[in-house]
């Protein structure tokens, strides 16, 4: 295996960086250089992929890769045979994931060595946000898990494409498509409540900077992704959409400082 990795990772509530770290430790303990690169980041670069084995971790949404994901794979130079691993979290349904990356990556040039459906605590608040003891014990199960992923890379083990299968996965890939289209009809969906305090913690916070305070007021822009991270981390719980999330419990796995993506 080559000596150097360069790890991609976009997250919104912590699980896919607590991920990418757990991964990146596991490399370093083997003697590797492991680059943690945050795909938010302006300062991010595409570094010289072909002399390193590239991954990235990714949360699912609506069965498919965050745009932003896509965006930055679109962008990343063509290779002639660089390998890379994919590593998708989520709270029990992957879809088209992690396909839709090999794919567009494979078009590129790049080799897939191995992917990886790695389950975490839901942060999808519109659906159900496991109670406190079962976030613990997925998150463990996470771990346990891209642990594993890494002994797998590390040995050069056979390719596994992780994703699902039969007539769920077609519905899924579907899904996945509508998903991107409807992301600016989504953001206006957000609206905060009675209990904001116009605060702004919510516009600092943002990975993508697609919230702007007006005159105090949180207002959501169409470039937002929904990775969920201020309707969850608001510390009011002020931030509602689909008429579905009031009162219902938030998730934050890391702590977020004002201006971290
Ligand atoms: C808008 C949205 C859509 C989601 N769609 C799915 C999905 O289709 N399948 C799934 O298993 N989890 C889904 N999730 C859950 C996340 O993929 C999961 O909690 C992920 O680990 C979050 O990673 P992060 O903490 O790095 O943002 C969705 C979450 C959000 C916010
Ligand atoms: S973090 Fe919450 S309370 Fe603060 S401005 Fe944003 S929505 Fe309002
Ligand atoms: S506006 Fe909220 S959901 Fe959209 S990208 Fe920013 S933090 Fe994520």
Not at 94 to 102: E, N
Not at 161 to 166: L, P, V
Not at 210 to 215: A, D, N, R, T
Request: charged share 25%.
């Amino acid at each position: 295996m080559k000596k150097q990795i360069i790890l991609y990772y976009f997250t919104g509530t912590g699980n896919s960086l607590r991920i990418a770290q757990v991964m990146q430790s596991m490399f370093q303990k083997e003697g590797l250089k492991v680059s943690l690169l945050n795909i938010a980041e302006e300062k991010t670069l595409l570094l010289d992929l072909n002399h390193a084995i590239v991954g990235f971790c990714y949360p699912v949404y609506s069965f498919g890769m965050p745009r932003i994901v896509k965006n930055f794979m679109e962008k990343m130079p063509k290779a002639s045979g660089t390998e890379v691993f994919l590593g998708a979290t989520n709270g029990g349904g992957i879809g088209s994931a992690v396909i839709q990356g090999w794919k567009l990556l494979e078009k590129k040039g790049y080799v897939l060595l191995d992917s990886e459906s790695i389950e975490m605590p839901n942060n999808y608040v519109v659906g159900r946000i496991p109670e406190e003891e079962e976030c613990r014990k997925q998150v463990r199960a996470g771990e346990a898990k891209a642990e594993a992923f890494v002994q797998r890379l590390l040995a050069g083990g056979t390719k596994h494409i992780a994703k699902t299968g039969g007539l769920k996965g077609l519905l899924m890939a579907a899904a996945s498509r509508g998903f991107t289209r409807y992301l600016p009809s989504m953001a206006k969906k957000f609206h905060t409540d009675e209990n904001c305090n116009e605060c702004g913690y919510c516009e600092t916070i943002c990975p993508t900077k697609s919230i702007i305070l007006m005159e105090g007021e949180p207002k959501w822009l169409d470039t937002c992704e929904q990775c969920f991270r201020c309707i969850n981390y608001c510390p009011r719980e002020s931030i509602q959409t689909y008429g579905k999330t009031k009162g219902k419990r938030r998730y934050k796995l890391l702590p977020f400082q004002e201006g971290q993506k």
